[in-house]
């Protein structure tokens, strides 16, 4: 006994200070903190290539760069955004808060957590490294459709060992949370009691480990094609280029949702707090979860309505694009509600939420859009289909990761970020954004075609706007940096009722609800901030 505890002892007395710490962390809030800011630097990344983008489409005709790296720009933008900016940052959300809701002291799997992280930088550097290899980097889009992604030159193997990795780190976060999840749990915290949060990144976890793999096979397939002589994808030896897209987008779909699920986790535990709430219709939103999870592996189809599939299929996979909505439009409903009469303030995340919320629903409507087939054959591979996930993801996706650093930054700093400052941050970023992607939805209806640099001369105008609208969202995100980087630094101190308005507001509950905190008996007072 003398024995385990001096080890223990001496473990914390030489506990490594500098960058040992970060490289050799398994406590759960130090590698939390390396996936948040990995994630925002991979922002940039992916940010500074949209700028080159928006600056050729700024005039017709070629201004600044050839069509070959302008479609780098294109692919490897979507790759980073999708794999280096916003899916480790929810998994960087995970760490931080998981343990913390479920009262747990740390991740199940600690050292493995550690690995997941650090497989990500060399990743992104296998990616990154494509555009400086000879014949240029990938240029086929992120969906790496055959024959266009085997015509890539030396930058093939990186860009499919890039993804492989990716795919590796992710399944070894998700298998961490779950196993976190289900085995760490405080006595009395039931599965109905998680807060809403833990409840969509475990959802996510059996998201990724059963979509990751699928792509891993369909890249690999894509290897062996260029180098080893199969022929799964090449017409001319007996394969099918078509079949690519089906495994693709099977993966691609419930890959959407990963992106998405950690979102609406996020906005149901901010909501509830500003509108001094308890969160609408909880097991609703938990079996909403649930089914998004299970119906996104059956509408991969809606990605390829115009490749000639039967009338059969192609009405099937409709239907299934109406029903996935249903779930959707449930949450959007609970979160209104949530917001009627309720007691409503309006701070930065609360913002980020309510613009979450709106905008969303608007790229929610626009997929349903591009899910009626006949009229998909008018949409698909235009603008609009930019427009729509855009809204999706960057309004969506983006806007709820921002709202979550402004409302927990708080508690992971002690310091309170400059709430004028994040208001200004909040506007610039929605009125940009909207002056970025609104004017797509108009030039894909007229027929502008995705992933071209050059472009006919009736769309100047709508692409001049969207150009200027990209340019001013790209410099306000420096403000966001800035306040991150004060509140990190120092700043008013953040009180334990950091939410509260200084009202002092309390409520009485009977019974908890079903996230409540697990030690609290029934009839108890308590402070929103233990909501």
């Known amino acids: 006994m003398s024995t385990i505890a001096h080890a223990d002892h001496d473990h914390h007395d030489h506990k490594p200070t500098g960058i040992k710490r970060w490289l050799f962390s398994t406590n759960h809030k130090d590698i939390g903190t390396m996936y948040l800011v990995f994630s925002l630097i991979m922002f940039f990344v992916g940010g500074s290539m949209a700028m080159i983008i928006r600056a050729e489409l700024f005039q017709p005709g070629l201004q600044f760069v050839d ?32 343990p913390i809701m479920i009262g747990a002291p740390d991740m199940a799997l600690p050292r493995m957590n550690n690995m997941s992280f650090w497989i990500m930088p060399f990743a992104f550097a296998l990616l990154l490294g494509t555009l400086f290899m000879e014949g240029g980097g990938p ?23 890039a993804v492989h990795f990716l795919g590796i780190s992710s399944i070894m976060g998700s298998i961490n949370i779950i196993a976190t999840v289900f085995n760490m749990r405080a006595p009395g915290m039931t599965l109905m009691r998680l807060p809403l949060f833990v409840w969509t990144w475990v959802i996510t976890a059996f998201l990724l480990i059963a979509s990751m793999p699928v792509l891993a096979g369909a890249v690999t397939m894509l290897l ?16 099918d280029p078509v079949l690519f897209q089906h495994i693709f987008w099977f993966f691609g779909h419930p890959e959407v949702y990963i992106l998405a699920l950690p979102a609406f ?29 299970i119906l996104s592996f059956f509408v991969w189809g809606h990605h390829m309505f115009t490749v000639g599939l039967p009338i059969t299929g192609e009405l099937f996979f409709m239907y299934m694009t109406m029903l996935i909505a249903v779930p959707t439009g449930v949450k959007v409903f609970n979160w209104v509600a949530t917001m009627w009469k309720g007691a409503m303030t309006f701070e930065a995340p609360m913002l980020f939420s309510i613009a979450f919320v709106i905008l969303f629903t608007i790229g929610g409507f ?4 591009l899910g009626i087939t006949p009229v998909d054959f008018q949409y698909h ?18 806007f709820a990761l921002m709202a979550s650093v402004y409302y927990w930054i708080p508690k992971w700093t002690g310091n309170m970020y400059d709430e004028k ?111």
């Not at 790296?69 to 998981?98: D, E």
């Not at 086929?140 to 060992?161: D, H």
């Not at 591979?381 to 983006?398: K, Q, S």
Request: with cysteine; charged share 10%.
């Open 139 to 161: 240029a086929s889009g992120w969906t790496m459709y055959p024959p266009l992604v085997l015509q890539t030159g030396k930058a093939f193997p990186y860009l499919i060992f």
């Open 224 to 239: 062996t094609d260029k180098y080893f002589g199969t022929s799964f994808f090449n017409a001319a030896g007996g394969g």
């Open 421 to 531: 400052l994040a208001k200004i941050h909040f506007w610039l970023s929605t009125i940009f954004a909207n002056i970025l992607f609104f004017p797509q939805h108009f030039l894909g209806l007229a027929g502008m075609p995705r992933r071209i640099p050059d472009y006919s001369v009736q769309f100047t105008d709508f692409n001049m706007i969207s150009s200027l609208g990209g340019f001013g969202y790209g410099i306000s995100q420096l403000l966001f940096v800035y306040i991150v980087i004060k509140c990190v630094l120092g700043g008013k101190k953040a009180t334990s009722q950091v939410w509260e308005g200084g009202r002092g507001l309390e409520w009485t509950l009977s019974s908890p609800p079903p996230y409540h905190s697990f030690t609290t008996p029934p009839k108890v007072t308590k402070t929103l901030m233990d909501y």
């Open 366 to 369: 626009s997929g349903l859009m």
């Open 265 to 293: 986790g996020i906005i149901s535990q901010i909501i509830p707090t500003f509108a001094r709430k308890p969160l609408f219709g909880y097991a609703s939103m938990v079996y909403a979860t649930a089914s998004i999870a």
């Open 67 to 98: 069509p070959q790296f302008y479609n780098s720009m294109v692919t490897v933008h979507a790759l980073v955004m999708i794999f280096g900016a916003v899916m480790p940052a929810g998994v960087g959300l995970a760490n931080w808060m998981i």
């Open 381 to 398: 591979n235009t603008y609009f289909v930019v427009a729509h996930f855009h809204y999706v993801l960057l309004t969506g996706a983006v």
